[in-house]
Structure formats: C-alpha cells, structure tokens
C-alpha cells in the first residue's frame, strides 16, 4: 500500500505498508491509552462518591442517634430518676407572699 501526495511545489512523499501499519497501530495504541486513563479517572470519581455517600448516611444515623440520646436525658423520666432529684426533700410549709412592686434592697 503506497499513498502518494502532491503539493503544488511538487514534492512526492510515499509511505510504505509497513510505516503506515505501525503508524496506525500507534496511534491506536495511544487512543486505547488515553481512553483508558479517562476510564479509570471516572470509576476512581465513582469510588469516591460511593464513599462519601456512605460517610453521608454513617453520620445522618450518628445524628439521629445524637438526637435521641439528647431526648431522652431531657426527659421527665431521667431527670426525676437522677440521684440529686431523689436528695432533694418536699418543703413541709409553703408560704406564698403578695407580689410586691418595687426593687430589692440590702441593709
């Protein structure tokens, strides 16, 4: 296979079978390369969305969990079964005062 080329200034360039099939075959050879470098960068892109998602919903549960935790020690069941609550003694005598409008003050 000779492809034959012409310019104007009428310089001939012939290229034989063999440089033609070793061209073509590098240059394939450089497609597949570069194919497979922009394959392997996309699924490498993939890993990493997969495993950030994964993180992702790892610490939507640690919140919720948080959440919970945070509930149920502000509620009544908790605080009335601490130890200081349980200490503490019912007054015996209340005495409740009329309100009184003015400021404190210290003798």
Avoid: C, W
């Amino acid at each position: 296979m000779t492809t034959n080329s012409s310019s104007k200034r009428g310089v001939n360039l012939s290229i034989g079978p063999l440089v033609a099939v070793i061209l073509m075959m590098v240059l394939i050879a450089m497609m597949g390369l570069l194919s497979l470098t922009h394959l392997n960068a996309m699924s490498t892109k993939g890993y990493e969305i997969n495993k950030l998602e994964s993180e992702h919903q790892d610490l939507v549960q640690d919140g919720e969990i948080n959440d919970m935790l945070i509930l149920q020690a502000r509620s009544m069941k908790t605080i009335e079964g601490h130890q200081l609550v349980q200490n503490m003694v019912k007054p015996q005598d209340v005495y409740y005062l009329e309100s009184v409008s003015g400021f404190a003050s210290a003798n």
